[in-house]
């Protein structure tokens, strides 16, 4: 059974920047494309980022791009989520998944394990 775990979350002011890690056990990720997604108070959860199983591939939600960067560390069993230029919009709680691939549109449902989350928040 995987179990995923997000860190690196907390509280930033507008234009910086966080960076959240999350770890894997139970099982080896090597072989899964990882995304994370967020979820703000009130709001659906949404994607943020997807990275193919070699880390070769990203994808990105329109709102990130050119600021946000998904790596992955497959030796250490973890993903990460570099946040740069934070906006208040950015402000939810973020989760990694794994999935066995990546689909255009990104899509949830296609994500099978979850972590806890964590939280991020940006003031202006």
């Known amino acids: 059974q995987v179990h995923l775990v997000e860190s690196g979350g907390g509280l930033v002011q507008a234009g910086g920047s966080l960076r959240l890690s999350c770890a894997a056990s139970g099982r080896s990720i090597s072989s899964y494309a990882m995304g994370w997604f967020r979820q703000a108070p009130g709001k659906e959860r949404e994607f943020v980022a997807a990275?193919?199983?070699?880390?070769?591939?990203?994808y990105y939600a329109d709102s990130v791009k050119g600021r946000f960067t998904m790596s992955r560390d497959n030796a250490k069993n973890t993903v990460f989520l570099q946040m740069n230029n934070l906006k208040p919009e950015d402000t939810a709680v973020y989760y990694c998944a794994d999935s066995p691939r990546i689909k255009l549109p990104i899509s949830a449902s296609e994500y099978r394990h979850w972590g806890q989350g964590t939280q991020v928040t940006v003031s202006s």
């Open positions: 990275i193919s199983w070699s880390g070769y591939s990203a």
